[in-house]
């Protein structure tokens, strides 16, 4: 599935619940009420009609906001899967848990943004904040992963722009 089939599927998803939940809208083109979704999203009403219109998808931190407050799964609003059936317990804002294989997943696919000789202390603020941003998603592992390499790879993108700009 490229890309442009994957947002699309996700504004359907939304749009779906958005109208399930009585977020129906006559006056907007889109049929949905958006100022809601924008202002517990975080974004402006203009990039909130373009998650409903399937023209962008959310940054990775703002799904599980959305799905919060929607009431399903981040896995289901990103990828129409089932939610899993143990929820994760409450965790403490300073502690992280995360599995051994997780950890190892991560450190591996973020070690190629950066030259292991430089900016050592950004790739520690970096790798933490991956981790501890993975550690607290209310979602399956799959989902994680997924979440994960659409993070680095957004982060991959954006380095190669800014070395772009510096040449």
């Not at 129409?80 to 950890?103: C, F, M």
């Amino acid at each position: 599935m490229d890309r442009t089939q994957f947002v699309l599927n996700f504004s359907k998803r939304l749009n779906s619940i958005l109208q399930k939940e009585g977020y129906s809208s006559t006056r907007s083109k889109a049929g949905i009420e958006i100022t809601q979704l924008a202002k517990i999203a975080g974004v402006s009403y203009q990039m909130g009609r373009k998650y409903i219109l399937g023209l962008a998808l959310p940054d990775y931190h703002i799904i599980p906001k959305i799905a919060e407050w929607l009431n399903v799964s981040p896995s289901w609003l990103l990828f129409g899967e089932k939610e899993s059936l143990a929820p994760k317990e409450t965790k403490s804002t300073t502690l992280i848990e995360i599995e051994s294989d997780l950890l190892q997943y991560i450190l591996n696919k973020c070690i190629v943004l950066f030259p292991p000789t430089k900016d050592v202390e950004k790739i520690i603020t970096y790798m933490v904040g991956v981790i501890y941003d993975a550690s607290h998603l209310n979602a399956d592992k799959k989902t994680i992963l997924m979440i994960i390499d659409m993070m680095l790879s957004s982060a991959i993108q954006l380095s190669e722009i800014h070395k772009e700009k510096r040449a």
